[in-house]
């Protein structure tokens, strides 16, 4: 019974943890030139007791902040539903208000999340990512490819 | 993978970041005519055995596209489509490749299928909707013996992960918007798994519907988040190809995530 709890609880303690993967990311400050692209403190919060006080609570200056609700979604796991707050453009936080109870799927939620969407599309700088997934990119549109920034970044 | 490997926060949240100065160590070569990106982190990043794991994971490349290529006449697949050829005489990959596109075929109610209508009524083999993830799955086990590093090896925007160095964050995936290239739309978090997208961006109309020949138009873009690539990318391609069913489809589908951006823009989770 007991055993039964922790396993839920762990469960649902992965998918906060993959849910606030970017958390710890996405408050650093961006080398590339588009950093007021940087969603300060972007969808923190989640699950806010694991991730600690990092939630600045979109204070930012003289910005009206607004939420809105998603509908619910079936994953693989089971519904999500999200609440995301926006101020001044910027998704500033995101709450999950419903969420998987666990399926034994644990092991595919640990190796991979569900995407965490963007209100506004983002630069790969500003987005802090290592590669990039797009439709298929021949050896001919390699050069002006996103991609091809981020490798020549790391040669 | 078990629970014991999942990252602590206070442990992502101190680690280095290893971002563009620290750690990733990235490579380029062209196979298959796409460019093949490797972004290795953590103990073996660089040095011999990296160099060695790579060339090893190219080697795979260059031998399957020496079987299945459509764009040359001497692969057994260009010979098989001439029947210049039997099956038989194919090495074993060929019908592993050919299986997979049956079942997948299935699966889809012909969504996907290798075989699609070509020019004056006849019908054409192309199986590289299949070869490509098969062989990217396969030359990433070239990195599996470099213990404690991470791993991420792209094959023209499809992708494999892999992570192994301790206290790692785990590699962060960018998806294309597809109305706006060269910006995100989301953000995939993946430890272990693989992504493909499958949209007309970059892609010069290639991507046709199997059972009528036209090209697909009422999505942008769909990227599947699943265990190995072979299998993301087939749904990827097949759920593109179904269009308004798309999102029924995809969650039939077992252990994968991802995402659909429709022909308007919006994007829709599954």
Known sequence: ?????????????VLLLLLSYHTSTSSRTSLGAESSEVAQGAPDDVGGSSSGGSSSGGSSSGGSSSTATGDVTQTRWGPVQVEITVADGEVTAVDVLQQPDGN????QINAYAIPVLKQETLSAQSADVDMVSGATVTSDGYVQSLQSALDKAGL | MTTADVVHPAVTA?????GHAGGTARRVEHVMGMPISLALRGRHAQGPRADAAWAAAL???RRADAIFSTYRADSWVSRLARADARLGDAPPVVTEVLAIAEEARRQSDGA????????WRRTVLDPSGVVKGWAVDRAARAFDDLEGT???LSAGGDMVCRTRAVGSRGWRIGVEAPHHPGRLVAV???RDGAVATSGLAHRRGHLVDPRTGLVPTALASVTVVGPDLVWADIDATAAFVLGADALRWLRTRCCRTGLVVDRDGRSHLF
Request: glycine share 6%.
């Open chain 2, 59 to 61: 080697a795979e490349l």
């Open chain 1, 104 to 107: 034994g799927r644990d092991q």
């Open chain 2, 112 to 119: 996907f299928d290798v075989r699609r209508p070509g020019p």
């Open chain 2, 150 to 152: 991470d791993v991420c």
């Open chain 2, 14 to 18: 101190a680690a280095a970041h290893p």
């Open chain 2, 188 to 190: 995939v978090p993946v």
């Open chain 1, 1 to 13: 019974m007991r055993r039964i709890t922790l396993w839920a609880l762990s469960t649902v303690t």
